[in-house]
C-alpha cells in the first residue's frame, strides 16, 4: 500500500514567503518547507496497481495553467486552532483543476477525500488539547497581524502525485509523478 495525495508543488520563492510567515507565528511545529504544498486530493493508503491506474487518469487530464495568489493566515478550528494554514485568494481554475482531478481519480477507481475543498496551504497543525490559554492567545493575535500576508500571484503550470513517508517527526513527501497543465497562453 501506498500513501498517496495529489498536490500543487509551490515555487521556491513563495516556500521562502511561507516559510517566513511560519516564523512570525508563534507555533510548537512548523511543517518544513520543502513540505509546504496545495493539497488538491487526498488519496489515503492505495494500492500499487490501483495508484498506477490513477497516475494514467491523471496524466490524461488536460487543463489550463493559471496565477495563483496565496493571501491571509487562518486556522481550521475556530475556539481551538488545530490546523494553521496561508489561504488561498478564489481562483475559479484551481476549482476546476480540482473538479478534474477528483473526476480523473474517481474514473480511475480511487476514492478521494469527499471533504468539501477549502484551498489552503498548511503551516502548521497543532493539538489543541495541549496549547495552553496564553499560547492560544498569542497565537491568535499573531495571525491578526499577519492577516495581511500575501505572496504571488505565481504561475501554477502543473501538478503533481506524492507519495507520503509518514516519520516521527514529519512526513516524506517523494514525487511520484508531475503533470504539465496546458499553457494559458497556448
Ligand atoms: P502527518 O500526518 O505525520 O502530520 P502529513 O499530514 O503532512 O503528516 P499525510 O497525512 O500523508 O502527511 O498527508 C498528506 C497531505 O494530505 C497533507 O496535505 C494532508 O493535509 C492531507 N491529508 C491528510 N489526511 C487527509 C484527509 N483525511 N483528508 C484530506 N486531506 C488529508
Ligand atoms: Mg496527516
Known amino acids: 500500500m501506498i500513501r498517496a495525495f495529489v498536490a500543487l508543488p509551490l515555487p521556491d520563492p513563495v516556500r ?64 481551538a486552532p ?35 475543498f477549502t484551498p489552503h496551504v498548511t503551516l502548521a497543525r497543532l493539538d489543541p488539547q495541549r496549547l495552553a490559554e496564553a499560547d492560544r492567545l498569542r497565537l491568535v493575535s499573531a495571525m491578526v497581524e499577519n492577516a495581511g500576508f500575501a505572496a504571488g500571484p505565481f504561475t501554477v503550470d502543473a501538478f503533481a502525485l506524492y507519495r507520503s513517508h509518514l516519520g516521527r517527526d514529519a512526513a516524506h513527501y517523494e514525487e511520484l509523478a508531475r503533470y504539465p497543465l496546458v499553457a494559458a497562453h497556448a
Open 16 to 79: 521562502q514567503q511561507l516559510n517566513l510567515l511560519q516564523h512570525l507565528l508563534p507555533l510548537p511545529r512548523r511543517l518544513p518547507p520543502e513540505n509546504l504544498h496545495l493539497t488538491l486530493a487526498f488519496l489515503g493508503e492505495v494500492p500499487s496497481d490501483l495508484l498506477e491506474d490513477g497516475h494514467h487518469a491523471l496524466a490524461a487530464l488536460r487543463a489550463p495553467g493559471f496565477t495563483l495568489t496565496l493571501r491571509g493566515v487562518e486556522a481550521f478550528g475556530a475556539a
Open 82 to 116: 488545530r490546523l494553521v494554514y496561508a489561504g488561498v485568494a478564489p481562483s475559479e481554475p484551481l476549482l476546476h483543476l480540482h473538479r478534474k482531478v477528483i473526476t480523473a481519480l474517481r474514473g480511475a477507481g480511487l476514492a478521494p477525500d469527499r471533504r468539501r
